[in-house]
């Protein structure tokens, strides 16, 4: 069944650590995105990329960093600059131009 | 970025119909509206998009005003398993490549509680 992981599922860090989600899609989508949400909030834009080897910031891009080598994957990188890194994150893809988004389950980073 | 406003919660009935309502003043003529909803603890799962016209699929209807200001979600008859968060989204607008980013901004969304 084509699908989106992330993995993995709950995820422990000690604060200053560099910490990577793993995000991986079978969906032959084009874009991916990467989101977080905050407890009783909405979600929240952190990167995009619409094709390999390109990508753009969203709305809080601060303190993460992506990349996209290849169209199945897009991990995000919880760097040590990024000042309240727990969290719920989210990935997602889709076809450029389509309407429907996939998202995965979710990673739940708690740094203590 | 065009925005949405829902109401903060909704309750409902088991068995009943539910209207979600949207309002979007601001959508721009090549903004499609979409629909989510997500569990706790889960990813969002999509439920409805469309531009114009009226939608329905097998999870909803979407009920487009005729100005595109505003929309409705109509779920048919809400049982336990639709208790969610929903949320009402516009694509972005044109991005990078000359056409739209497909970024999809979330507002808060509207809490369903669905009552047996």
């Known amino acids: 069944d084509g699908g989106i992981t992330q993995s993995p599922k709950y995820l422990f860090r000690k604060e200053g650590q560099n910490v990577t989600l793993s995000c991986e899609q079978n969906?032959?989508?084009?874009?991916m995105y990467w989101y977080r949400q905050d407890p009783g909030q909405g979600l929240r834009l952190i990167y995009y990329s619409q094709i390999v080897n390109d990508f753009q910031k969203g709305d809080i891009a601060e303190g993460y960093s992506v990349s996209r080598e290849k169209k199945e994957s897009f991990p995000l990188t919880v760097t040590s600059a990024q000042k309240n890194p727990t969290a719920f994150y989210l990935c997602?893809?889709?076809?450029?131009?389509?309407?429907?988004?996939?998202f995965g389950s979710g990673t739940r980073l708690t740094v203590v | 970025d065009a925005k949405t406003t829902q109401p903060n919660s909704m309750e409902s009935n088991e068995e009943e119909p539910v209207h979600l309502p949207c309002n979007h003043s601001?959508?721009?003529?090549?903004?499609?509206i979409h629909w989510y909803r997500q569990l706790p603890s889960q990813g969002p799962e999509y439920v409805i998009h469309g531009l114009t016209s009226n939608v329905n699929n097998r999870m909803a209807s979407l009920a487009i005003a005729e100005d595109r200001k505003s929309s409705t979600l109509i779920l048919h008859r809400a049982t336990l398993r639709d208790a969610a968060v929903y949320y009402c989204i516009l694509r972005d607008g044109p991005g990078v490549y000359g056409g739209a980013t497909n970024k999809l901004i979330f507002g808060t969304g509207t809490l369903l509680a669905v009552q047996p």
């Open positions: 601001t959508i721009s003529g090549t903004d499609y």
């Open positions: 997602a893809s889709s076809m450029r131009d389509a309407a429907g988004y996939t």
């Open positions: 969906l032959n989508h084009d874009a």
